[in-house]
């Protein structure tokens, strides 16, 4: 029942996330215009991160993909963490690509959820694999 819980909690972070992007096309085209590192990238990257938001989140939902859903779910919640990491050492003054519900949060604060996320991604994935029988591959 938890695995559950964390899997519909994720699925609904990561489709409101991906459809505020794309609802927000225009302004999540330009915050990532901005980014020094991912500026020749944006084209691709306004569609694909919200879409592979989404695809997580159906993931989740899905009891036979649930696994397949964890594993991608820590993946994003990595890559995201890399990056408030490279944000809070190299300059704070990087715009912010998320949506206007974490705009007025400090990026200490943002960074402190990602790594909640992964946490409970990591408490989801143990509880699936015990659920699904597969000690080996994660045990803590």
């Known amino acids: ?80 963490t890399f990056y408030l990491c490279s944000v809070l050492n190299f300059g704070s003054n990087l715009p912010c690509t998320c949506d206007n519900t974490w705009l007025t949060m400090s990026w200490p604060f943002q960074l402190l959820i990602n790594l909640i996320g992964i946490l409970f991604t990591l408490a989801g994935l143990l509880l699936q694999t015990r659920k699904m029988g597969r000690y080996t591959h994660l045990s803590l």
Not at 12 to 41: C, E, M, T, V
Not at 42 to 48: A, D, G, P, R
């Open 1 to 80: 029942m938890t695995r559950i819980v964390i899997s519909y909690t994720l699925a609904l972070l990561f489709a409101y996330s991906g459809f505020s992007k794309l609802i927000n096309y225009y302004d999540f085209n330009y915050q990532l215009n901005r980014l020094p590192i991912l500026d020749h990238y944006s084209t691709l990257l306004v569609w694909l991160i919200p879409v592979l938001e989404i695809m997580v989140s159906s993931l989740l939902f899905m009891p036979k993909r649930r696994l397949e859903g964890f594993y991608a779910s820590f993946c994003i919640f990595f890559i995201f």
